[in-house]
């Protein structure tokens, strides 16, 4: 089936990631196939279901990205079937809420969002096929402009690994919970250090793999899709006026998968088209 496109989106069942399968499906036609996943069966197939029915080549798989067994067992189950996927957009990501201590929520955070994207860079990034595209979402708070100096070595991308940057974040999510972060110098909101390490593990994975995916023709990349108006989201922001729509925010991450690769985006994070810099300086 090295003929067919196979994609695959996490953390897919509602939001941004469910509008992802859907534009990615409508772009590709009905010859390819998307893999709808996350965590919770009933959701997962409803919705895979919901869009099937429109017509849409979508189908459900149960991952919980939080599990790597779970993850390496996907991965063996998509490479026994295609031999290889043409894109995958690790998405799943943990929802935080205002007002509940963050020692009770930064472990589920660091379990999902970032060994959450290691496990499936470990797992997937071997399947990806010449050509194929790794997507990471994740956000502009991504960038070491978030971490005061001091801090800046911990995610030296240029010489960790990815081994590296977990063993950071369990350590991260640790000082949470005894209550050191703060005078660590870490900040407040503990999605910052989450987006941070995610953009990391892109930054490393790209590194690694620069020379080959070069050759293949591939493209590694992080991607803030801007504000979205999801049920994560809203308990943050007063004011979602200007919050896209999960399907507008979408359209940034399937033209990823669907245009032509653009060497400068690879490795880094990018929004609208922009790259964000890791650095924090003026976007190019």
Known sequence: MSDVRIGLVTGANQGLGRAVVAGLARAWGTRDIVYLTGRNRQRVEAAAAALAGDGLPVMPEVCDVRN???????????ADRHGGVDFVDSNAAAGISPGVAYATQVGDLIDTNNLGTTAMIRSFGPLLRPGGRFVVTASDFGTLAGLP??????FDTETMSIDDL???????AAAVCSGAAA?????????IASKIGQVAAVRIYARDRREQARQAGQLIVAVCPGLVDTRASRPWFTDMSKAQSPDAAAIDIVRLAT????????GELVQHGRIRPWTGTALR
């Open 183 to 191: 005078a660590q110098g870490w900040p407040d909101w503990i999605n």
């Open 68 to 78: 790597d067994g779970e993850v390496r067992a996907l991965a063996r189950r998509i």
């Open 149 to 154: 100096a001091h801090l800046h070595a911990r």
């Open 166 to 172: 977990d063993k950071t974040m369990l350590e991260y």
């Open 259 to 266: 245009s032509p690769v653009e060497p400068r985006m690879y």
